[in-house]
């Protein structure tokens, strides 16, 4: 017999979001761990609020909101509000109940922005690495440097000279620009939209663009990220902010695999003045790395893990959303960055937890 094609709405609901969501949804253990990591942080939280006031929207839900942005490819706040007002998984991953009202974005935004200012977005990644390294997934030995070049929210248009005034612009909404044949550096010229991006390019023949370095530091025994920094874009930036990453880890004996833009004499000679051994792809004619270093087999096993650095990239880039930066300035870039990282950890733990220690 053929159903009715009824649609009559029912006026209530006996099932909340928690009895919706099924039990082996892979955010059921990724929302376990967060609130882990948010417990621990509400210390923080007190501090960067203040006691009285008209109350605002809870941290923890910001900042699952955050991660829910990260992890489902969320293009903007405006459309993750606009998730929240139908989409029950989300409604249940942030915290919000059935009837609860959903923030409107610039409120939303603006709330994210202290977020941002109390540096809540690292101490949520420390956080994350730390229960890795409870859990022993983490390697204390075997480690991975490299770097990726994160684009600013910046057009070439509002890179300007500043040595000189600028002239009127023909149209204030999009004017007319010819920079062909002009000699553009980061000494002369200057992002109007975002002054603190700088004008680089990743390798010979590629583009210039306006962008930061975004550097990462990975354990090689189950490719998680242990550190992340955001850096100026310069020619030395990938190896200095490696050095900072490397010297804050704890004091012993390990080995660092990295490409062959880390292959310099000054670099080299740093990481072994830290007392690392120096697990570096070797140019053509290289002298610094030898076959002391390459001739043991341990040298060989780096160079293969190295290149799973390459997926942390590809997914911040294709699935976080940072292909392109929609925020400006360092620190906020930085906190973005960090964020997209730790939500890859978050990812990756819950397979890891599954199989042998």
């Known amino acids: 017999m ?27 253990t990724i929302r376990t761990m967060t609130d882990e990591a948010l ?19 809870p941290p923890e839900h910001l900042l699952r909101a955050l991660l829910l942005q990260v992890l489902y490819s969320v293009r903007s706040e405006r459309m993750l509000m606009e998730q929240l007002e139908y989409n029950l998984l989300f409604r249940w991953f942030v915290g919000l109940g059935m009837d609860d009202a959903v923030w ?20 949520f990644f420390e956080d994350v690495v730390a229960q890795a390294r409870g859990r022993r997934r983490l390697s204390a030995e075997h480690f991975t440097i490299d770097g990726t070049l994160l684009e600013a929210w910046a057009g070439q248009k509002s890179f300007t000279r500043t040595d000189r005034p600028a002239e009127p612009p023909d149209d204030p909404g999009n004017p ?23 004008l680089f390019k990743k390798a010979k023949g590629h583009e210039a663009k306006l962008a930061y370095l975004g550097e990462v530091l990975m354990e ?69 790395i030898d076959a002391r270093t390459t001739r043991h087999p341990g040298y060989a096993i780096s160079q293969r893990c190295r290149k799973r650095i390459e997926e942390v990239f590809g997914w911040i880039k294709s699935s976080a959303g940072l292909a392109k930066v929609k925020l400006r300035g360092r620190a906020r870039v930085d906190a973005a960055f960090t964020l997209a990282l730790a939500a890859y950890d978050l990812i990756r733990l819950p397979k890891l937890m599954a199989g042998p220690v």
Do not use: M
């Open 2 to 28: 053929r159903g009715d094609d009824e649609q009559s709405g029912h006026l209530f609901s006996y099932l909340s979001p928690e009895h919706r969501v099924p039990a082996d949804h892979p955010l059921r």
């Open 39 to 57: 417990r621990r942080l509400s210390p923080r939280f007190d501090a960067i609020y203040a006691a009285t006031g008209r109350p605002s929207i």
């Open 104 to 123: 409107a974005p610039t409120t939303f935004t603006k709330n994210r922005d202290r977020l941002l200012e109390g540096d809540i977005a690292r101490a």
């Open 176 to 198: 007319t620009v010819n920079f062909h044949g002009e000699r553009r550096s980061n000494q002369t010229h200057q992002s109007t939209t975002d002054p603190e991006s700088r």
């Open 220 to 288: 090689n025994r189950h490719g998680l990220v242990v550190d992340a920094c955001v850096v100026p874009a310069t020619g030395t930036g990938e190896r200095d902010a490696a050095t900072s990453l490397i010297a804050g880890l704890p004091p012993r004996r390990v080995t660092i695999g990295g490409d062959k833009g880390y292959d310099t004499r000054g670099f080299v000679e740093t990481l072994r003045t830290l007392e690392v051994t120096p697990h570096i792809a070797q140019k053509k004619n290289s002298r610094t």
